[in-house]
């Protein structure tokens, strides 16, 4: 056994600590079972506006006569039942979070604070620019800052989601071929992709052709050369790529896709990876999403919100989304902001101005890192998934058996061949040890994928403890039966759950029971 | 200078050495030299937390249109609504914050089991069985709406109306580039939408979308819009506002296909627009084609509850190119946030709350219509927003009012007749009489 307050990375001393096992073991009930008609927590402002009688207020024919049954609890019973929920929940406040390709690092609560400042949570997203000066000037800081880093001409901030992001940067590609007077049917986009890519092209208008990855893990570039011709409008790219591995060739990919004419789609899920080292504008990008909720450490909020501003080279500016946030010429030497909306404009995609407290809490993130501070993160991202692979090679089977960006995608297979136990037993076995689970089964391209992104955030004594659960496990696959395993996790809020008969006997709110 | 990365130099010079390597660079080794960047990035070096707070609080003290500085009367699907100190409170628990998507339910039952009690809220208000986990905000629920309506149909042409908000048509517009989908939008007639009788023989609609309210604050007939649909067969989306749905019949009600929304309103500060809440709730026939994720309750092995996504098959990570859409990221803390706030209004609260609304409206409405030259821009019935014709431009009037300590309302703007001279207003329950007093007094001095 090892001192368990003693690193065996550095030796020097650092806790180790664990959030396993969850508390909320209890079953909670609805809020709908808490409910007892007469109670209530809510209470309104004495307004002294004179009442008015329901009938005089609505017309009849469109009147409500019974109100809508949503539940009827006490505020302390409200607050209760949502702490018991939050106690059934795994976050990255209570441990690591390793999940691939999703960035889970630490989210600083000074952004908290940020999104909480009632000059900007309490501004009217329809107040015009005279009286919202303050908001214009974060967003345009917000997007110079964002160019910089990408090496892109502007920016929309706009998009609320990385697949928003996807799908904006479809549209200002066919408006780009459009404005040329070509016709292009076909994206390209490499068989390790994230879903949203392909989902992303059909809903801009493209077919997907797949080009697959070669025994290196990137994109064939042979097989490359057979699809590129004057269909196609664009590639996909995300790089490095899902399987953690910097595309070495993006280069030639560029001025091949180039060559026909096609844009280069920059996919920045995997951007911490890469900043301040290298830009996508640098390795030949046109359109480029950043996923502020990844590389820029704005929580995820249990699935959402995000923000995918897209950033573009400078032939595609005038098709960005409108109206966007400008600095405008003024008088005296100070500043005035204001809206345009760029000639070739492909049109709104968000109802206002994108998720704006999600952008303030990103541009404070940047100004705390700094410039150096950005490309500190990229290094010791990179350091800690390099760290990981090496240090789990053997344990299990290393794919791609080179050095990894931000993430490094081990398999299962071996192990699962050998005695039966798969990724999916591996991801809730490590659940039960306190930590959330790598991506499994992505990307498709590997069997029994381990996806495992430690992010910069974590210590060496929590890889260290990362590294010691999985190799832990790996004895217990190899030593016990593959039923054993099947059984975890023991001590979490549920124990697997019966997903086929989730989607069989569906159930989706309280009242589809029977 | 402020820096969340724990590692101090001797454990990154440990890990080098037990990666073999003897620098930071050799990690990029991967990375063509000739791509690298060759020098720092020209951004400002890393800041103090409390020097950045003082920078965003310069950005925010720029902003006059402030609730807490100008006595917001603006809505147009952006409300001054109450958010009491329980929401923030339950809202800003990190594990509802710091989470991601509930990948893997044994640890997410938090998270899950809020949007199921969120998605039994939504399709209770919406009058229909089933609502997913949310979209991004009231106009991407629209634009997902049109795009299951066509799917469903089979016929690309939607009617829209003229009373659907028009950041919203104007989104349905960029989208439509990429589906090809045939917009043709139905003018209002006084504030209601004036569907065309016949004509449509030769391209019938496959969907038709109005707003419940309009965005002009009207009520419109839905009646007459499902018997359009009855007639062409095109499915009836219903823009629905969710405070009104408190006094109001359901879309189910009316016979909806889908109904969508936007929920800010639900515990959401205005934000400057985001991050908002797009509600989605459909018929049990268009379960399939349901945009984004949905939690259903199963069991787990040992019989005990338990929430998880489900039909997942209908996703994009699974579908890819033959996904219906490409929604992955939501917006699950606004789904959370509105549960915890429909949790504190309840449902004697819903209904005092969207009362409260039209209470308001109705006195300032009638205070306003007592001004010299300020007139209705429309005479439908409205229950908590309206809009006037003022004698002088809105935007104006809009610049005067703040200087008396008034967000006064939205312009209608190009989109509508003559909508230079319309003023969007809204009345929440925050507003006082004295507030609206005082801001009645103000605009009879501003259109003067």
Known sequence: MSDPTASTVTGAPGGRATSAPLLGRAPEPTLFELSHPGRRAWSFRTTGIPEVELDDLVPDEHRRHQPVPVAEVSERDLVAHFTRLSHRQFSVDLGAYPLGSCTMKYNPKVCDTVAGLPGLAGVHPAAPASLTQGWLALLVELEETLCEITGMAAATLQPAAGAAGELTGLLLMRAWHQAQGSVRTKVIIPDSAHGTNPASVTLGGYQVVTVPSDERGCVDMAALATVLDEDVAGIMLTNPNTLGLFEEDIAAIAAAVH???????????????????????????DIVHMNLHKTFATPHG?????????????????????????????????????????????????????NALVLARALAYILINGGDGLKKIAEVAVLNANWIRQRLTGTYDVPFD?????????????????????????AKRLLEEGFHSPTVYFPLIVDEALMIEPTETESPQTLEALAEALERIADEANSRDEGWMAEFPHGTPVRRVDEARAARTLIPTFDARD | MGTYIPHTDDEVASMLAFLGLESVDALFEVVPEALRLQHDLELAGGAGEPDVLARMEEFAGANRARSDRLVCFAGGGAYDHEIPSVTRALAGRSEFVTSYTPYQPEVAQGVLQAIFEYQTMV??????????????????????????GVA??????????????????QMLTTFAAGTGHQLRTIPLVDGLTAWPDGGADDDPPGVLLVGYPNYLGCIEDLGQARAVCDRTGALLV??????????LKSAGEWGADVMVGEGQAFGTTLGFGGPYLGLFACAQAHLRRLPGRLVGETVDVEGRQAYVTTLRAREQDIRREKATSNVCTNQTLMAVTAAIQLGWLGTSGLVELARRCAQGTRYTRDALLSLDRVEPYVTAPVLREFALRLPVPADVVVERMADAGF?????????????????????????TRDEIDAYVTALGKAVA
């Open chain 1, 259 to 285: 060559e026909v004419g096609g844009l280069l789609y920059y996919d920045g899920a995997n951007l911490n990876a890469i900043l301040g080292v290298v830009r996508p504008g640098d390795m030949g990008f």
């Open chain 1, 302 to 354: 249990g699935g959402g919100p995000g923000a995918g501003p897209v950033a573009v080279s400078e032939r595609l500016v005038p098709f960005l989304p409108g109206p966007r946030p400008v600095r405008a010429e003024s008088q005296n030497g100070t500043p005035v902001y204001e809206w345009t909306t760029p000639p070739l404009s492909i049109g709104r995609v968000h109802t206002w101005h994108g």
């Open chain 1, 402 to 426: 080179r050095p990894c960006m931000h993430e490094v995608v081990l398999s299962v297979r071996t192990i699962k061949q050998a005695h039966g136990v798969r990724a999916l037993d591996v």
């Open chain 2, 123 to 148: 399709a209770r208000l919406a009058g229909l069985p089933v609502a997913n986990a949310s979209l991004y905000d009231g106009g991407s629920a629209a634009v997902e709406a049109v795009n299951l």
């Open chain 2, 152 to 169: 469903a149909s089979g016929r690309p042409t939607v009617w829209v109306s003229a009373g659907i908000h028009p950041h919203w048509r």
């Open chain 2, 238 to 247: 219903v823009g629905a506002d969710p405070v009104a749905a408190g006094l």
């Open chain 2, 407 to 431: 967000l006064a309302g939205i312009p209608l703007g190009g989109e509508f007749d003559d909508g230079e001279h319309g003023l969007l207003i809204s009345v929440t329950e925050r507003r």
